[in-house]
């Protein structure tokens, strides 16, 4: 996060963190990027991860988690119009 922020990277993302690493993460980046927490942060611990400093949380259990839908298609061949 150091070497990010010296080279002057405009966003971070913290991938895989406890809340308490998140945490002193933010205090090491200090404002001078924006934040995105991912990985492991569920609706349950959302909150949790929700700390001054962090701008963007994203839960990756609104797409992989998602229950499926059981949809089908069937696909039938076209009726030839009759000619006059």
Do not use: W
């Not at 945490?23 to 991912?38: C, L, N, P």
């Amino acid at each position: 996060m150091r070497e990010a922020c010296r080279a002057g990277a405009e966003v971070i993302l913290l991938d895989n963190l406890s809340p308490t690493q998140v945490q002193a993460a933010v205090a090491i980046i200090a404002g001078r990027a924006t934040v995105e927490v991912s990985g492991g942060v569920r609706f349950e611990t959302l909150a949790a991860y929700a700390l001054p400093g962090v701008d963007v949380i994203s839960i990756g259990a609104l797409t992989h988690s998602a229950p499926a839908a059981d949809l089908s298609l069937s696909v039938f061949p076209a009726r030839r119009k009759r000619r006059p």
